[in-house]
């Protein structure tokens, strides 16, 4: 079952902690369990099918997914839905997750992570600025997925050409961003950056949302 942000009940609430940055929760009822901050659903699992993606825009995300995918990279681990659904898709797949919030990590354990099978390959989980963990990375990535968040938006780091420049260095394929543009210019910015620095890009808007999904792939693997 899909969650729908605007008519959620939730009937527990299993944390809560509340900074001068941000006020951060975690909500369940009998079919969902999910992560706000400062009042904004950030991610939701389906108690039932913790792999399953309830989000319209994460739904636009796993629709443009490459075919196969060994080396992943997470910049933004929030919940953890889509490390959850790479993890039951590739199980075999070496896959790194990066959030600046320790917090964020901490309870992405403690509510947010499915059990895997005997198998699968647990997530590597990294305490760590994004464009710090991308300029000191050593790996190369076949998947990028980028879902960077700050206060009022996106992060001015997604419209500077650092990060682009970072990515192209270690992306050898898919590169998907979602992005929260607040103006015209803003999506104009990452999309010419992304075109610039790693290839060619397409834009998706999600009907009925703000989120527009980027997609690029590296020039040299296309």
Not at 78 to 101: F, Q
Request: glycine share 4%; aromatic share 6%.
């Amino acid at each position: 079952m899909d969650f729908n942000p605007q008519a959620y009940q939730a009937e527990h609430l299993l944390h809560l902690s509340a900074k001068a940055e941000r006020r951060l929760c975690i909500l369940e009822n009998a079919e969902h369990r999910w992560l706000e901050m400062d009042g904004v659903v950030q991610s939701a699992m389906c108690l039932s099918e913790p792999d399953r993606l309830c989000l319209p825009h994460q739904q636009h995300i796993a629709a443009r997914l490459p075919r196969q995918a060994s080396r992943i990279l997470e910049l933004g681990l929030g919940g953890g839905d889509l490390t959850r659904h790479l993890g039951a898709r590739w199980p075999e797949a070496s896959h790194d997750c990066v959030d600046l919030d320790a917090e964020v990590l901490t309870l992405f354990q403690a509510f947010f992570q499915a059990p895997g099978a005997p198998s699968a390959r647990p997530p590597r989980l990294h305490h760590a600025d994004a464009l710090r963990f991308l300029l000191d990375s050593r790996e190369h990535y076949d998947l990028v997925l980028l879902d960077l968040f700050s206060q009022d938006g996106n992060p001015r780091l997604l419209f500077q050409a650092p990060l682009y420049q970072a990515l192209a260095q270690c992306l050898r394929g898919t590169l998907i961003i979602n992005l929260l543009p607040r103006t015209r210019l803003e999506l104009e910015q990452a999309l010419r950056l992304a075109e610039e620095w790693v290839g060619p890009t397409q834009a998706y808007p999600v009907p009925g949302y703000l989120n527009v999904i980027l997609h690029a792939t590296r020039q040299d693997a296309a």
